[in-house]
């Protein structure tokens, strides 16, 4: 089980650039969220899903898309990347509270210059 | 709709003294409770949580929280930190009421800084 995968790692991206954010899990999780973390802030909610075919807007969702046509992938759209997107992106799925409640990936360190 | 508060943004405590990292949250309806560990440039890892029954709840690295319904509080303890402590630390709350009992996402506080002093 490779758990919550996320990338790249790393992206650097001009302003106005578009660009997609990958996530993939492997566990058969139904529920699926982008967070976006920005310095010395918590994580903020930009979309979730509850299944394939179904996504929602989080807290902060101007300036993103996304789409989950598999239950596995739930990848994060930036259109028009601007400089207020900069930060550090996690994906995480809902493993019920019968497990650790939420697992995280490592995270996608983005710069829009 | 869900907000919480960790009261230090900053935390310094000497190394083998305890500490105590402060959580407050709010809501309208019952919530799981989360406490999240984050090294230098490195994802979130769990803690502790709590979801239901003993107020005292134990985690990993020897760190351990209590949820105060009253108070609305789940402090986060440890008796003796060490060097390998240092990091941010993250209160979450997700609502037991919404989607799927918990899985409406994570609202997060700011973080606190905990910085162990030799």
């Known amino acids: 089980n490779a758990g919550v995968t996320q990338t790249p790692k790393f992206r650097i991206l001009k302003i106005g650039q578009s660009m997609t954010l990958q996530c993939t899990q492997d566990?058969?999780?139904?529920?699926m969220y982008w967070y976006r973390q920005d310095p010395g802030m918590g994580l903020k909610l930009i979309y979730y899903?509850?299944?394939?075919?179904?996504?929602d807007k989080g807290e902060v969702p101007n300036g993103y898309n996304v789409s989950r046509s598999t239950t596995e992938d739930f990848p994060l759209r930036l259109e028009l990347a601007a400089p207020s997107q900069t930060s550090v992106y996690f994906c995480?799925?809902?493993?019920?509270?019968?497990?650790?409640?939420?697992?995280f990936g490592s995270g996608t360190r983005l710069t829009v210059v | 709709a869900q907000s919480v508060t960790q009261l230090d943004s900053q935390v310094p405590v000497f190394e083998e003294a305890p500490v105590e990292l402060r959580c407050n949250y709010s809501s309208s309806v019952s919530v799981y409770l989360f406490w999240y560990v984050q090294y230098p440039n490195q994802g979130l890892q769990l803690l502790l949580k709590?979801?239901?029954?003993?107020?005292l709840v134990k985690g990993i690295n020897g760190f351990e929280a209590e949820f105060n319904k009253s108070q609305t509080s789940f402090h986060l303890r440890k008796p003796s930190v060490h060097i390998s402590d240092t990091a941010e630390y993250f209160c979450?709350?997700?609502?037991?009421?919404?989607?799927?009992?918990?899985?409406?996402?994570?609202?997060f506080g700011k973080g606190t800084h905990l910085i162990i002093q030799p």
């Open positions: 899903s509850v299944g394939a075919g179904i996504t």
């Open positions: 995480a799925s809902w493993t019920g509270p019968e497990g650790e409640g939420y697992t």
């Open positions: 709590y979801l239901s029954g003993s107020t």
């Open positions: 979450a709350v997700s609502d037991i009421v919404g989607l799927g009992g918990g899985a409406d996402g994570l609202t």
């Open positions: 566990m058969n999780h139904n529920y």
